[in-house]
């Protein structure tokens, strides 16, 4: 078993029964919904979903697991997703599925977020991984060029065949930043949401409480803490 799969496996024994839990999307949390579903159909649990993404969603509805949309509940108890790459801190970036701007509504509105990752996953500072913008269409050009100018060598998320631009599922697009390191996070993020036609950023920044980890077929919390399902 391939270690995101045993991590998103893990993570849905985190769950408890009567609560509102947030899905997320990605590979790794693909695998958490599937477990998920498997614990729902065999212990017969009772939750309430909100997803981070149209796809997600999809993914849990066709399992058995109706969702809910987030103005229907009052609270969330629990989000689990995916993360792109996250430092000791528990700041990271996500967005490489194109889900940011769902995934950071969803997480800020939940009692607790618990991020799920490959070790690989983990650096000393932001930035490897590139940073995801979602922006409006009107203005994007300029706001790219702007980027240009600042130093943050932007690039169109295109479609996979790269015919199109990437649309989100609020039918934005997403300039992707390569700056390889960001030392000052809380300030790149302050000033790129000052943007006008900026929606949201990537970086997430002291919204997780911790990070479920998998390496070497090995779950564990990054505090070093072993994992345990009991």
């Known amino acids: 078993m391939e270690d995101k799969a045993r991590v998103g496996q893990a993570a849905a024994t985190l769950v408890e029964d009567h609560t509102t839990v947030g899905i997320g999307s990605g590979s790794t949390a693909q695998y958490f919904i599937k477990a998920l579903a498997e614990r729902v159909k065999t212990e017969n649990l009772t939750l309430t979903l909100v997803a981070t993404s149209e796809e997600s969603k999809q993914l849990a509805e066709s399992l058995g697991m109706p969702v809910s949309s987030l103005a229907t509940v009052d609270h969330i108890d629990?989000?689990?997703d995916g993360v792109d790459?996250?430092?000791?801190?528990?700041?990271?970036?996500k967005g490489g599925g194109g889900c940011?701007?769902?995934?950071?509504?969803?997480?800020i509105n939940?009692?607790?977020?618990?991020?799920?990752?490959e070790e690989r996953k983990h650096v000393d500072t932001?930035?490897?991984f590139p940073l995801p913008v979602e922006v409006i269409k009107n203005g994007s050009e300029q706001l790219k060029q702007r980027f240009e100018v600042a130093g943050y060598k932007p690039t169109?998320?295109?479609v996979d065949d790269a015919s199109e631009r990437f649309r989100t599922d609020n039918d934005n697009y997403i300039l992707d930043l390569h700056l390889e390191t960001i030392d000052q996070p809380h300030e790149l993020a302050e000033s790129l949401i000052r943007e006008v036609g900026v929606v949201e950023t990537?970086?997430?920044?002291?919204?997780t409480d911790r990070v479920l980890l998998a390496h070497d077929g090995q779950v564990y919390w990054n505090d070093g803490e072993p994992f345990s399902d009991n």
């Open 202 to 207: 990537g970086l997430f920044l002291g919204i």
């Open 156 to 158: 169109w998320r295109m």
């Open 126 to 128: 932001l930035g490897q």
């Open 110 to 117: 939940s009692n607790r977020v618990i991020w799920l990752a």
């Open 100 to 107: 940011l701007l769902e995934e950071k509504i969803v997480a």
């Open 78 to 80: 629990l989000t689990i």
């Open 85 to 93: 790459e996250f430092t000791d801190d528990n700041d990271g970036i």
